[in-house]
Every structure is written in C-alpha cells, then in structure tokens.
C-alpha cells in the first residue's frame, strides 16, 4: 500500500446495493471507506446513514456523520484499494474514471456479475493491479439506507500480491483469494442464470425455486451452459457441496427431494429477490447480455443452440423496452415461445 503505517483507503465504486452492503460491513469491522455514489444514493445515505442487514439477523448502522461519501469521482484519487460494484454496463465508464484520478499504486478489484469485467478494467487500466472478483449473495436496496443480503455465500477474488482477502475479510464479511477465478465466476454465472427467471415470474427466489417447474427450467439452462463450457475448456467451480454438473438433475427432482439435498446448502430470505427483478421494478437496464448472453455467445462461437437461455434472454430485453417491471410470467408461458 501507499503508506505502511496507515490503514488502507478503500474506495467503493460504484456505491449501489452491493457497494454499500460490503462498504458498510468494511467501516464496521473497521476500514477506511470512501462511497463513491450517484447522487441519489448519496443523498439517501446523508439523510438516513447506512444499515446493513441479512437473513441470518446482521443488522448494523452507521450514522450519516460517521460516512465519507462522494459524487465526484476525484476521491478516487484518495484510493489505495478499489473496489468496483457498478453494472456491468458501466465498467468501460468507471476504468477510465479510475485512470484518470486514481494513483498507480491502488488495487482495483470487481465484484460484479458476469466474466468480463476484470478485462474491461485491465484494458483501461493498463500495467496496474486489477483483480477478477464474484460476491456470491444477492443484496437488495430497501430503501431509507437500508441494504438486506438475502442470500449466503462468500467474496472470491483472483490472488495476487497484498494479501487483500486478509485485509477485506472481517466479521460477516468472509472473503478469499483463488488461482482459478474464471471457474469460480463461470460457475457463479451458472448460478445466476436464476436472475432472470426470477425477475420474469415476480415471485421471492425461495418460493420460485420451491417451484418444480421454475426449477426444471433454471436446470435446463445450466444443462445449456455446461458443455458449451466443455468446448472451452473451463470446468466450472460450484459453489455447493455437489459438482456443477449435478445441479440440473438435482433442480429436476421433486420438491421434497430437492429440499432434502439441496435444503442445508439453500441460505435464502423468505422475501429475497434477484437484483434483475430490481432493475425491472425500477425501469432500470439489466445485466442479461452478461448472463444469458454470454450463454448464447458460445453457443454461437461454437455452433450450437441454447434456445432456453435465448428466450429467457428475448423476454428480458422485452420487459425492458416496455419499462413495466417483472410480467409476472408462467414456467409453461416461457416455454410456449420454445
């Protein structure tokens, strides 16, 4: 870092549900945090402070005086660790924002959805240390600076020197590093090839997934998935007890059965939803071409179908033009168009 005897400055880019959920349990366990937030967010922020809260009863505030937050990106500047939450549509944007005020020194780690993004950075970010990350739970903004982790799971970032999963990990906040992180993030992805089925049926992801035919159409994807990533040579990292390569067959079977397998694996809020069915709530554009469409990109490389994960992708693209949130649709309505 800059300076040895100070403690780390970690700028939060992009300061959203998962920005301010993980920055809000860095202050806690005691970092030096800068948020890095849209001017909405940071006036929410400065009126009601942030809270952090998760299905496992977690549930912290910190006061609007106690917060270091920003709109203008030349905090970057301050940063000796950065940590990159945007959409992923906003990664191009952000990499050259981090260029232009952010010192040579500062560690740049993504923790968003999709494989792309750590290249995106390392393209804009030429000669500096950019590390690939995959957060694996769900946040959901509440309102009133109140941001909920409905799901569990960990923080995965790609190894390097600086032993930052020692300096981010805290208490709720488990984080390691891997040699391997694009099998962890092509099995995250697998994993949130959900997102949209959930956005599109409107319903909490642990009734959609107490569902047996929301279930058989999420294993129909993953099944898509699978021996496209074959082709590529990547052997997915699952993040259960089970390998990747079960999960279809365990999404098929009867619910009771499933509960049985999958049930001590399963860590999900009654009320938790995916952040597409957010973004479909808020008129907001969503992170389809990052999940299904990377889906569908290697199918097309390697001259295949995967007709699933292109209709789930259609329909997404659809509710997005028309801007009326999730159709609230049927496992037999998605398939119809099959």
């Not at 009320?271 to 389809?288: F, H, P, V, Y």
Request: net charge negative; with cysteine.
């Amino acid at each position: 870092m800059n300076n040895a005897d100070h403690a780390p400055v970690i700028v939060i880019a992009g300061a959203g549900s998962v920005g301010c959920f993980v920055g809000g349990l860095l202050q806690r366990n005691g970092a030096d945090v800068r948020f890095l937030a849209r001017p909405r967010i940071a006036s929410m922020l400065l009126e009601h402070g942030l809270r952090v809260t998760d299905f496992a009863g977690l549930d912290a505030h910190t006061a609007p005086d106690a917060l270091k937050i920003a709109t203008d990106p030349a905090v970057l500047a301050e940063a000796d660790i950065i940590l990159v939450t945007v959409k992923s549509g906003a990664t191009g944007e952000i990499g050259a924002l981090i260029a232009s005020h952010a010192p040579a020194h500062a560690k740049v780690v993504s923790l968003q959805n999709g494989v792309s993004n750590g290249r995106t950075l390392r393209a804009a970010l030429h000669g500096r240390d950019v590390r690939a990350g995959m957060i694996a739970y769900n946040v959901r903004n509440m309102d009133a600076g109140r941001f909920h982790r409905g799901t569990g799971g960990n923080i995965v970032i790609e190894e390097g020197e600086g032993g930052l999963a020692e300096i981010l990990a805290g208490p709720d906040l488990p984080v390691f590093e891997t040699s391997d992180i694009r099998a962890v993030q092509w099995g995250k992805l697998l994993v949130n090839l959900n997102n949209a089925l959930n956005a599109l049926s409107g319903l909490p992801l642990l009734e959609q997934l107490s569902n047996r035919e929301w279930r058989a159409l999420f294993a129909d994807e993953i099944a898509e998935g699978l021996p496209l990533l074959a082709a590529e040579g990547i052997k997915p990292r699952s993040a259960f007890p089970l390998p990747m390569t079960l999960i279809p067959h365990i999404m098929r079977l009867p619910t009771p059965l499933y509960r049985l397998i999958a049930g001590p694996s399963l860590k999900i809020d009654p009320e938790a939803r995916s952040s597409m069915w957010e973004d479909l709530e808020q008129g907001r554009k969503t992170e389809i071409d990052e999940l299904q469409g990377a889906v569908t990109a290697l199918a097309e490389k390697h001259g295949r179908a995967a007709p699933v994960n292109a209709r789930v992708a259609a329909l997404i693209r659809e509710c997005e033009t028309a801007g009326a949130g999730s159709p609230r649709l049927s496992p037999a309505e998605i398939r119809a168009g099959l």
